[in-house]
């Protein structure tokens, strides 16, 4: 029934467009995410909860008949559209971070040189970790991340779970791709080319795997993660590493290597 208003005159809801619709239960799943968080399955995410959850902020009555075969095909596919949605929010939020840290240490390095671009680039690493573990310590939304991998993972091979993991795939795909060009930037503007036969994607599929384990390893015990001293500085001084940046450093090291023939650009 159309709902009504505090002067008792009934209220008509206009009828959504199928993108509008959509805008506003993604919405209303994230919000749900965000104050119930995911567990270790998306229990909390159904559509009882998200339609109360519209009706209560919104004012707007929504129905199974009007999402159900009209804009998703059953509550796992938009599951995993909501949960898409916060993997790649986080994703983006770590690369905002990384960006800003590696555009303050890239101004006026040394490039002339070899040892000068593999000193840019040991610091880069070095402050793009720090900053990735930041994101990841103060993150509302790292735990919701968590909880999709696991039920991506445990729900593995059943039926309704499918959505879910074509809709985390797509999600994942998209990012790993922004990541492949800007470490094809990077790695350019640097002097660096790929050892043969690797391939950046690889490096990328390595180096998410490695900042995901990190991460999850944070979590657990934060001060692990932190506080080691290397004499990495100019003239030999002393600088703080995570556990992350020592590893994105040997990585990376096992991935690519300087090109002899690479000359700067001229200013």
């Known amino acids: 029934m159309p709902a009504e208003n505090p002067s008792g005159h009934v209220a008509t809801t206009p009828r959504r467009s199928r993108t509008e619709l959509r805008a506003l239960l993604i919405g209303a799943g994230l919000a749900v995410l965000r104050e119930e968080g995911l567990g270790t399955g998306a229990e909390g995410l159904t559509f009882k909860r998200v339609f109360d959850d519209i009706a ?32 790649a929010e986080e994703v983006t939020d770590l690369e905002h971070g990384a960006a800003a840290a590696a555009i303050l240490t890239m101004e006026g390095v040394d490039r002339s040189t070899q040892e000068g671009r593999r000193v840019a680039l040991r610091e880069l690493l070095r402050v793009t970790a720090e900053s990735i573990m930041d994101s990841m310590a103060t993150s509302r939304r790292w735990s ?14 059943t039926t309704d779970s499918e959505p879910i993991h074509r809709a985390l795939a797509r999600g994942f795909a998209l990012t790993d791709a922004r990541s492949v060009t800007t470490t094809e930037s990077l790695m350019d503007f640097l002097g660096f080319r790929l050892r043969p036969p690797l391939q950046v994607d690889q490096y990328i599929s390595a180096q998410v795997a490695l900042v995901n384990g990190c991460g999850l390893r944070a979590r657990a015990n934060p001060v692990e993660s932190r506080g080691i001293v290397l004499p990495t500085g100019p003239g030999g001084t002393l600088q703080e590493w995570t556990v992350l940046g020592v590893a994105m450093e040997a990585l990376i090291d096992q991935f690519f290597e300087i090109d002899p023939d690479w000359s700067p650009p001229p200013e």
């Open 144 to 157: 919701v991340v968590i909880g999709a991998w696991a039920l991506n993972s445990g729900s593995r091979g």
């Open 56 to 87: 209560a902020n919104e004012g707007i009555r929504v129905t199974n008949a009007s999402v159900i075969g009209r804009i998703w095909q059953n509550l796992a596919e938009y599951q995993g559209a909501v949960l898409a949605v916060v993997a």
